[in-house]
Every structure is written in structure tokens, then in C-alpha cells.
């Protein structure tokens, strides 16, 4: 038996290879699914089965090309209702994988369909869960994500105190725990940074598990607190249950390079996005006018998906060398398949044409100091809310990047901003987003909170209400 966690970090998402005497089983693949078409064909083993856990909604599954690329069967939960064949699996129905079992767990209540598939070994011992998003590792997944039902976030939450505690908590401590995500994904709250565990651990350090929790006070915790889901959430869950074009012609059609003259006239008559993938230090230094950035060295994909509105947007890249590919794939994952190509030769050749570029001013922390002694200055924290209310500058106003589409009636055109994040990434986003819009009066505050703490400028602390 082997099973092989494939981490993708930019997205938190873990996808689940496993194999037994020449049968394989994927949990949750990516949108490209070559990579298990090779594995498995290295080890002579033949891909079985496809077991998708729910109908994610932060990125495209690879489960339809895949099945169609080898045959397998594509497993979803009870009550799965898709555009294309798929097997509606039964609660506590069992699926052979060379020597080993595979048993589906009905475990509603991150979404109605959501399924946990428990693991037995040749020895008929209970191995290890493949939790999907039930249960995390510190954390169990959102219930506010149900797609076009009457059902409600409460409903969902109740669920899943059930689904937790009748399918999940009565097995084995040494039972081992493979969720779908960890730290840095949207799909709960307090994930670990820890990508594997077990059941004992869970119900010693996971708040939702605790053994004396009612289930009021598990929907209330696990409601608590809970941010927006981005809007590409649904819009991803929708493809996955509908299906989506071919993951090799994306990127066939997407990874084109274009002349900077094809490229301006793409921009022009296309309606085309022009957005820049390259580090933020490079685009600070030169870009593209009315260019968007979203680096490739940060959270991209969730980025794009949260402040790119259609999912259909045609898109144009300019990218780092050697970067085309990545970039489409990437794009692809969270179903923005429509990239029409990139800017061959990169920004040097835009300037080699004698085309026109832009430039954003740029700070160090200690420079904003000065600027805020020597008189009135603007800032905007384009932090999330939880950082903002952590500890925050005097006088920032709050300017949360997730909604800067939603607040832009927020800040004036005749002012001069000075915006930072946590560290850099996201308040240069933020800054071409708003130069897009006509905001010109910008300045990005290098190595942004972070180095904002190491000068002397005032910051307000949050004080919990029950220690007043």
C-alpha cells in the first residue's frame, strides 16, 4: 500500500495518490492531471477510481479530464447531482483498491455532499481518513458555502457537529487525518500549518472537537468570526459540477507569446486585462499603464479569484521569463481559462517599441515616519480585517484588499495615499488596482507592517472586551 500526500502550497490543497497492487485511487486532483498519468503508469498500476470529497469551490478539480483521460470512475458522496457521469456513492459504501478498502463516510455539513473516505488495510484495520474539508487539522471546514438551497449556514453547521462526532470522532485516536487544506486556505479559519495528523491529536487540540460541546455551541464558534467567502467560491463549485474545457487546450490556447504591437492591440479590441505577474519590485519600477498586478511569488491564484469579478475576463500576462506556462496553469486552477497570451520579451520589449510605462513611488517604513511628523499624511491599510484589528497605525484607515472593488467610493481622487500590508505583496495589488481606476496620488510603503513596527509611529493594540 502507498499513499502519497501532493501538496500544492499556493493553494493550500492537498491531492491524495494511493495505490495497491496495481490499482490507484486519487483523492481531489488538480485542474492537470498529467503528473498522475505518469506516476501511475511508472509503478504499472492503472488509476481505478477518483474520489472527490465535495464540490470545492476554491479551485478546479482535475477529475473530469482525468476520467476521461484513463477511464476511471468518478466517486462523489450521496446526493452528488453533475453534468456528467459520475458514481453517487452510498453512506458506508466500500470500494476495492488492489488490497485495500476504500468506505465512504456520508459527513454533510461543509456542504450537503461532502464525504470523508476512510481507509482500511489489507488487515482490515481502520488506516487513515481523507477528510476533504469536515475536519482540518486545528479547524473543520465553513458551513456558509451551500450553492443555490434553502439550507442554511446554522442548518450546515449542524450538520456537521453530527457528521463530526457519529462518523469522524468515534474512530480509532491512531487513525490517521489527510485533509484537503491547510494554513493559508479560505475554506476555514485556524488551520494548521501541520498537513497530516491524526484523530487522537484532533480531539486534544481542535476546538471543534471537544468532547463537552454542545451543538449550540458548536455552531456558534464555528460561525463566529467567519469572513466573506471570495466570490469565485461559487463560481468554482458551479464548473466542478458542470465540467470545464480541457485542461491542454487552456493552456494550448493561453501560453502564446505576442509581439508588443499583437499584445497592445489584444489590450485595445479585446477588452483584455493586462495583468502583471512579475515580483512586486519589478513592477514598482516599470509597467505596463492601467496594468494589474498579482505576483506569482504570493497568493496568487485565491488573489485573482477575489478581485478578478468574471471568471470569463479575457487576460493578457506579462511575466517573468520562463513564466508563461506557470502562470496559465495557475490561472486555470481557479477557472480563469481565458488568458490569450503573454508579452514576448517581457516589459524590455514593450520599452524597446518606445511604448509608454508607468511607475509606482515606493518607501521605506522609515521614510513614512518622517513623512507623518513633518505633517498630514494618508494611509491605507489594505491588511485583512483580523490583522487590522490586531494592531494597526493611529491614523491608517482601514482599506481591507479583499473589497477594494466594494469601498471604492471610500477614498478621493485629490488625495495622496500611502498604502501598505503585512509586508509588501498586497498593498502594491491594492495600488494598481487603484491607479487602474484613475487614482494616480499613490505611494507603496516597502516591507509594509512589518517594518512599519520597527520605527517609532504609534500603533493601537486590540484589547479583548473581557479583559476591560
Known amino acids: 500500500m502507498k499513499i502519497e500526500q501532493l501538496y500544492t502550497s499556493c493553494l493550500a490543497q492537498g491531492a491524495y495518490y494511493i495505490e495497491s497492487n496495481g490499482e490507484v485511487a486519487i483523492i481531489d486532483p488538480l485542474r492537470e492531471t498529467q503528473s498522475y498519468i505518469e506516476k501511475a503508469t511508472k509503478n504499472n498500476a492503472k488509476i481505478k477510481y477518483i474520489f472527490e470529497t465535495h464540490f470545492h469551490a476554491d479551485f478546479v478539480s482535475g477529475h473530469v479530464d482525468l476520467a476521461k483521460k484513463t477511464g476511471a470512475t468518478i466517486v462523489y458522496g450521496p446526493g452528488a447531482e453533475t453534468s456528467y457521469e459520475i458514481h453517487s456513492a452510498k453512506d458506508n459504501e466500500e470500494f476495492q483498491i488492489g488490497n485495500i478498502t476504500i468506505k465512504a463516510l456520508h459527513t454533510p455539513g461543509h456542504t450537503l455532499e461532502s464525504t470523508t473516505y476512510l481507509l482500511i488495510d489489507q488487515n482490515g484495520k481502520n488506516h487513515a481518513i481523507f477528510s476533504g474539508d469536515t475536519l482540518f487539522l486545528g479547524d473543520v471546514g465553513r458551513p456558509d458555502l451551500a450553492i443555490k438551497s434553502d439550507t442554511t449556514k446554522e442548518d450546515l453547521a ?46 486534544k487540540t481542535n476546538y471543534a472537537l471537544r468532547a463537552d460541546m454542545t451543538k449550540e455551541e458548536f455552531v456558534k464558534e464555528v460561525l463566529d468570526g467567519i469572513a466573506p467567502p471570495p466570490q469565485y467560491f461559487a463560481k468554482n463549485a458551479m464548473l466542478n459540477k458542470t465540467g470545464y474545457d480541457n485542461f491542454e487546450t487552456v493552456l494550448k490556447t493561453g501560453n502564446i507569446a505576442l509581439t508588443p504591437k499583437d499584445f497592445e492591440a489584444i489590450a485595445n479590441h479585446e477588452d483584455a486585462l493586462v495583468l502583471d505577474v512579475r515580483p512586486q519590485s519589478d513592477f514598482i519600477k516599470g509597467h505596463i499603464p492601467n496594468s494589474i498586478f498579482i505576483g506569482l511569488n ?153 517594518a512599519i513596527k520597527k520605527t517609532d509611529l504609534p500603533t493601537t493594540d486590540f484589547v479583548c472586551p473581557s479583559t476591560l
Not at 176 to 187: E, F, N, R
Request: proline letters at 2%; a negative charge; glycine letters at 12%.
Open 298 to 450: 504570493g497568493g496568487f491564484a485565491p488573489w485573482v479569484g477575489a478581485l478578478i469579478k468574471d471568471i470569463k475576463q479575457p487576460i493578457i500576462l506579462v511575466v517573468p521569463e520562463g513564466k508563461s506556462q506557470e502562470a496559465v496553469t495557475r490561472l486555470s486552477r481557479v477557472g480563469y481559462d481565458n488568458t490569450l497570451g503573454y508579452l514576448e520579451g517581457g516589459i524590455e520589449a514593450w520599452i524597446s517599441e518606445g511604448k509608454e510605462i508607468d511607475t509606482l513611488e515606493s518607501i521605506s517604513a522609515e521614510d513614512l515616519a518622517d513623512r507623518v511628523k513633518n505633517g498630514d499624511v494618508n494611509i491605507l491599510d489594505v491588511r485583512k480585517d483580523g490583522e487590522y484589528a490586531s494592531m494597526h497605525l493611529e491614523d491608517a484607515q482601514h482599506f481591507a484588499l479583499d473589497f477594494i472593488n466594494e469601498q471604492m467610493n471610500e477614498v478621493s481622487k485629490d488625495k495622496t495615499y500611502h498604502i501598505h500590508c503585512a509586508g509588501g505583496y498586497r498593498s502594491v495589488i491594492a495600488a494598481s488596482i487603484l491607479k487602474a481606476r484613475g487614482f494616480h496620488n499613490l505611494v507603496d510603503v516597502a516591507g509594509g507592517f512589518g
Open 158 to 203: 449542524a450538520m456537521l457537529f453530527d457528521s463530526l462526532r457519529e462518523k469522524i470522532m468515534t474512530l480509532a485516536d491512531d487513525v490517521i487525518v489527510y485533509p484537503a487544506h491547510g494554513a493559508g486556505s479560505a475554506c476555514g479559519k485556524n488551520l494548521s500549518k501541520e498537513t497530516v495528523g491524526t484523530i487522537g491529536d484532533q480531539k
